[in-house]
C-alpha cells in the first residue's frame, strides 16, 4: 500500500531533508518512525529536497507500507508518535502505486520572507532574514516581476556537482506581499534549481536596497552576466506545498 | 535619564520575567546588558511579572541611565547588542521621571492562543496550546463572556504567598478569534491575578470541550465554588502590552 504524506518541520532543526550519515535529516527520523511501525527497514521518497534550516509546511513524500499492517485512520497518529520534535506528518492519503513523489509533482511553491524594520522580534529568529536598511518597494516588485517567465537561471544557482545540468525553468508567479515590517516572497514554479530561490530573493532585496542595479539583474537573467554570489539565509525560506 | 523600554522575548529560552539566582531571567539579561553600557549596576523595572515559557511582544520596563552615556538615539542598538539571543528591546524613549513601568500601568493586553486541529504544526510547538479534540465555538464564547467585567476571580488564580491578596478584578474586555484551527482568545483588563489568564483559559476551553459545565464556571465567579485546578501551558501565553 502506497501512502502519501504532507510533512512541515521546523529546519533549524535538522540537516536538511535528504537522509545523512549522522541521522540528523527529516528523511532519518520518518524513515526511523516507519520502520519501526512497518517492521522493515523503509525508504520514504520526498518530493525534493530542502537545505539544512529551511522550513516546511507542505513538503511531500510517499512510502509504501505492509497492506492490513494498521487500519488506514491510524497511520497519522503512529506515525507522529514516533518523530521527533520539529516534525510532524500534517496528513496522509492512500495513493495509487504510480504516484511518486518527486516524478509526479508538477511544481512547487516557497516562500522567502524578510523583517524589513531594525529589530528583530525574537519570536521570528530562525524564521525569517533581517534586512534592517531602507528599501525601495517599486524596486523589489520590479525585480521580482523580472523574474517571472521562462529564464536560464544560470546565474541564479549553486552548482551542485561539476557536471553541468540545465538551468533553463519557468517561474509562473511571484507574489509580493508586505504587512507591517513582515515581505513575502511566493515564488510559484514548475522546478526550482540548487539555492534559487534564496538566491532570487538576495538578488531582490538587494536591489530594493540600491546595492545592485535592476540593469545587472536583467543581463544576469539573459545568462550574460556573472554568477549572483549572494544567498539569502536559509531560515527565511519555507516549501509551501508541492502541486501534483 | 529615564528610559522606556518595550521589550519582546521568546519564553521558552528564559526561566520568567523576574530576576533569578541562575541569572536566566529577562530581567537578569537586560540588568546585564545596561550594567555593561551604564558602568554600573542598574536595576530594570518591569510592568509586571511573565511565567518561565510565557512570550511577549510588548512587555514594558523602565531604567535610569546616566545622562549623556550614550546619544538618546543609540541606546536601541547598543543594549540589543548586548543582549542574549530570545529577547530584544524593540523601541526606547525618553520618559519623564514620575514614569514607573509597574505603578503607571493602567492595563494589560494578553493573548492566548490554542491549536485545535489534530496535528500541530512542528513550527507552532512551544507557541501555542494544542487542543486536538472537539470544542463547541458557541459554548467558548458563552464561557468567555461570562468572565467579562468586575468579578471576585478567587477560584481562578494561584497563590503566591500564604497572605491572602485581594482577587477582585476588572476584565474589560475579552475578544475570541477563530482563524483555521487557530483560537485566539485576547484578554484586556486593568489587572491580572497570578495565573489568571492561562486558568481562564484553559477553563473555557474545559467549558468548550464538555469537560466543564458552564453553569459550575458561572459559579465560581461568584466565588461559590472551588479553585480551578487546570492552568493552561505557558507557550501559548503571549504578553501584547501594556496600557499607560
Not at 516546511?56 to 503512529?78: E, I, N
Not at 517567465?149 to 553541468?164: E, I
Request: hydrophobic share 40%; with cysteine; charged share 20%.
Amino acid at each position: 500500500m502506497r501512502l502519501r504524506l504532507t510533512v512541515a518541520y521546523d529546519g533549524a532543526r535538522f540537516s536538511g531533508w535528504q537522509s545523512q550519515a549522522n541521522g540528523k535529516a527529516v528523511q532519518d527520523a520518518l524513515e526511523q518512525a516507519f520502520r519501526i511501525l512497518c517492521g522493515t527497514p523503509t525508504t520514504v521518497h520526498g518530493a525534493g529536497r530542502t537545505d539544512a534550516g529551511v522550513h516546511a509546511l507542505g513538503q511531500c513524500a510517499h512510502v509504501d507500507v505492509p497492506d492490513k499492517r494498521l487500519p488506514p485512520g491510524d497511520w497519522l497518529g503512529a506515525v507522529n508518535a514516533h518523530l521527533p520534535q520539529g516534525v510532524r506528518v500534517m496528513r496522509i492519503q492512500k495513493t495509487p502505486p504510480d504516484f511518486h513523489a518527486r516524478f509526479s509533482a508538477k511544481g512547487k511553491v516557497y516562500r522567502y520572507t524578510v523583517w524589513n524594520a531594525p529589530v528583530l522580534p525574537p519570536l521570528l529568529s530562525d524564521r525569517i532574514w533581517h534586512v534592517p536598511g531602507k528599501l525601495d518597494r517599486d524596486v523589489l516588485r520590479a525585480a521580482c516581476d523580472s523574474f517571472v517567465g521562462r529564464h536560464d537561471f544560470a546565474a541564479f544557482c549553486a552548482r551542485r556537482s561539476k557536471v553541468p545540468e540545465p538551468t533553463v525553468r519557468t517561474l509562473t508567479r511571484l507574489c509580493v506581499t508586505r504587512k507591517g515590517a513582515e515581505i513575502s516572497l511566493t515564488f510559484h514554479g514548475e522546478g526550482f534549481l540548487y539555492k534559487m530561490v534564496r538566491m532570487l530573493a538576495a538578488s531582490a532585496i538587494r536591489c530594493a536596497g540600491g546595492r545592485l542595479p535592476l540593469e545587472d539583474l536583467r543581463h544576469r537573467l539573459k545568462n550574460a552576466g556573472p554568477r549572483i554570489n549572494h544567498v539569502a539565509p536559509a531560515g527565511g525560506l519555507c516549501l509551501l506545498r508541492v502541486i501534483y
